[in-house]
């Protein structure tokens, strides 16, 4: 079993940044991919971005590239999303995952995940 908890949400006008972690514990020394989903209200849960167990692969919804970067430290069982250029539509629950199956690199489904957090809120004001 892997636990995730997510932090450092919150609210930011337009064009500023957020920087989210996502500490994991349990069983964090398996080769997990992770990675960061969003819902925003009324909408379904979409991908933002991946990051391979070796740190080496990366992927991205189009809507984030250029903004935001995936990064994780193995030291800290860690993985960070940092969002740069913030939108308005950026505005959702962020979910940090973990994909026990060492054969994905970088998922972009959400079943394709094993374990979640329980999210962290980002608004981001016109």
């Known amino acids: 079993q892997v636990q995730l908890v997510e932090s450092g949400g919150g609210l930011v006008q337009a064009g500023g940044s957020l920087r989210l972690s996502c500490a994991a514990s349990g069983r964090t020394n398996s080769r997990y991919a992770m990675g960061w989903f969003r819902q925003a209200p009324g909408k379904e849960r979409e991908f933002v971005a991946a990051?391979?167990?070796?740190?080496?692969?990366?992927n991205y919804a189009d809507s984030v590239k250029g903004r935001f970067t995936i990064n994780r430290d193995g030291a800290k069982n860690t993985v960070y999303l940092q969002m740069n250029s913030l939108k308005p539509e950026d505005t959702a629950v962020y979910y940090c995952?973990?994909?026990?199956?060492?054969?994905?690199?970088?998922?972009?489904?959400?079943?394709?995940?094993?374990?979640w957090g329980q999210g962290t809120q980002v608004t981001v004001s016109s």
């Open positions: 990051i391979s167990w070796t740190g080496v692969g990366t």
């Open positions: 995952n973990a994909d026990s199956n060492p054969d994905r690199v970088t998922p972009m489904k959400a079943y394709e995940y094993d374990y």
